[in-house]
Each structure stands twice: as structure tokens, then as C-alpha cells.
């Protein structure tokens, strides 16, 4: 099975003008475990990633896949495995079709891998992740991290239900891996 997750509020620190500088990326509370956990359980893993800071030029697509070899790095010695990252450098202002809300980067995950979109679990902390994932048609998860508090105060959309509501990666990954006991 694959999984799919977003990156900044999921994995690290959600900053307001995004990640620009390696330091600034912080690892979230749990979020090595969870990837662990996954891996462990026979998934691999797939990140996608909106990254306007490429696009607006506060960084460089190399800069971008440099921090996440390090992330790979942190991620392989706390025995977990991310097998790809899809990165979109869209300017918010100039999205195309790979740019969450759109499902343009789910679908290339599912193609590549060779995988349905119903049994493709997506982790998302953002309104968008959830679209993007429900255009995909992969079920969801909503992470409390990141925006995911602040979407869940001003309440989700009923359209975008079922969501499954958990505090972090780690209780995503328990989550995930407790649907498929029962699947
Ligand atoms: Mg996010």
C-alpha cells in the first residue's frame, strides 16, 4: 500500500511564508515514528508537497531536494523510508494542475506506484490537502498539526467528510494501519 502525505504541518513546522532556510526546518513531535511505523507495517511513502517558495524565488528546486535528502536521511536512520517526493513549485498566482487543491501530484503518485486511490490513505493538515485528496479520491486523514486546528475551529466543509480527525502523524499512522486490520 502507499500512502501519501503532505509535508510542512504534517511532517515539520508549518511557517507562514513557508520553509526558506534548512534551519528553519523542524521536525514535528512524532512525525519520524509515524513514517516508522508505516514502513514497518509494509507502506511506502510518498510526499507531496506544494512549495511556492520555489516559484516566488525564495529558494531553489536544488535547495528544496537537498533538505529532503536530509529529510530521507533523518527519516532511514529512525527506521523509516520515504520512497518519493512530488514537488510542486507553483507560484500561487500561477497554479497549474499539480498545485493542491488540484490532484495533479496524487494522481502521478498513484500512477507511478501502480496503486488504486481508494485504498491510498492521504495525511494532510490544510483545507487544500483534503480537496486535493478527495479529487484524487483517496480517503483522508486531517492532522490537528500545522493548520489542521485552525481548520478544524472554523469547522470542515461536509462535502469534503468523511475525514478521519487524528492529533499527529504518529496517530495517523496507528489510524491507518488499524483501517487496514479491518479492511
Ligand atoms: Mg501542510
Given at each position: ?85 512530488y ?17 495533479g501530484m496524487?494522481l502521478e503518485a498513484?500512477e507511478d ?71
Amino acid at each position: 500500500m502507499l500512502v501519501l502525505l503532505d509535508r510542512d504541518g504534517v511532517i515539520n513546522e508549518d511557517l507562514p511564508r513557508g520553509v526558506v532556510h534548512p534551519e528553519e526546518f523542524r521536525l514535528l513531535p512524532g512525525a519520524l515514528d509515524g513514517i516508522a511505523m508505516l514502513t514497518q507495517a509494509g507502506c511506502r511513502i510518498a510526499v507531496v508537497t506544494n512549495q511556492s517558495v520555489i516559484g516566488k524565488g525564495l529558494v531553489s528546486a536544488e535547495q528544496v531536494d537537498a533538505l529532503h535528502s536530509a529529510l530521507a536521511e533523518q527519516v532511514e536512520a529512525a527506521g523509516g523510508l520515504i520512497d518519493r517526493f512530488y514537488v510542486c513549485p507553483d507560484h500561487p498566482e500561477k497554479p497549474t494542475p499539480r498545485r493542491k487543491p488540484a490532484p495533479g501530484m496524487l494522481l502521478e503518485a498513484l500512477e507511478d506506484f501502480g496503486v488504486q486511490a481508494a485504498q491510498t490513505p492521504f495525511v494532510g493538515d490544510a483545507l487544500r490537502d483534503l480537496q486535493a485528496a478527495q479529487a484524487a479520491g483517496c480517503p483522508r486523514w486531517l492532522v490537528k498539526t500545522g493548520k489542521g486546528a485552525a481548520l478544524l475551529a472554523e469547522g470542515l466543509p461536509a462535502s469534503l467528510q468523511p475525514v478521519m480527525v487524528v492529533d499527529d502523524l504518529r496517530a495517523a499512522a496507528r489510524s491507518i494501519l488499524q483501517a487496514l486490520r479491518f479492511a
